[in-house]
C-alpha cells in the first residue's frame, strides 16, 4: 500500500469518527434535559453514557489526545451518576452539555484539518 493510500484512509477513518461523533452528540443532547429531570433513571444515564465512552475511546485510538481527555472527564461524571456518588443536577448536566459543545468544536475543528 503506498503511503497516499495510507493517508487517504486514515482521513477516512477520521472523517468517519467526526461524522458519527457528531450524529451521537446531537442525539444525546437533549437526553441531557431528561437526565436532569429523571437523574434516577439508569437506562437514560447509560444513554448518554455509552457514546462518551466511544468518543472517548476513538480519540484515543486516533491520538486526539485533547478530545480523549475531555471525554474521560465527561465520563467520569456520569459515572458517578451511575453509581449514585453524584446527582444528575442542573448545574451537572449544564456542565456536561458545555462539554458537548466543546467536544463539538474540537470536532468541527477536525474536520477542518486544525
Known amino acids: ?18 461524522d458519527e461523533s457528531e450524529s451521537d452528540l446531537n442525539r444525546i443532547a437533549n437526553l441531557f434535559i431528561d437526565l436532569e429531570k429523571n437523574s434516577g433513571d439508569m437506562e437514560l444515564v447509560n444513554s448518554v453514557f455509552r457514546p462518551i465512552h466511544s468518543i472517548k475511546g476513538n480519540s484515543a485510538f486516533l491520538g486526539l489526545m485533547s478530545l480523549r481527555v475531555l471525554a474521560h472527564e465527561m465520563e467520569s461524571v456520569l459515572d458517578d451518576v451511575r453509581k449514585a ?6 448545574d451537572t448536566v449544564t456542565i456536561l452539555l458545555a462539554g458537548v459543545d466543546e ?10 484539518g486544525q
Open 85 to 90: 456518588r453524584l446527582t444528575a443536577t442542573h
Open 103 to 112: 467536544i463539538k468544536g474540537m470536532l468541527s475543528r477536525i474536520r477542518l
Open 1 to 18: 500500500m503506498s503511503t497516499d493510500n495510507l493517508l487517504a484512509d486514515d482521513l477516512a477513518i477520521l472523517a468517519e469518527f467526526v
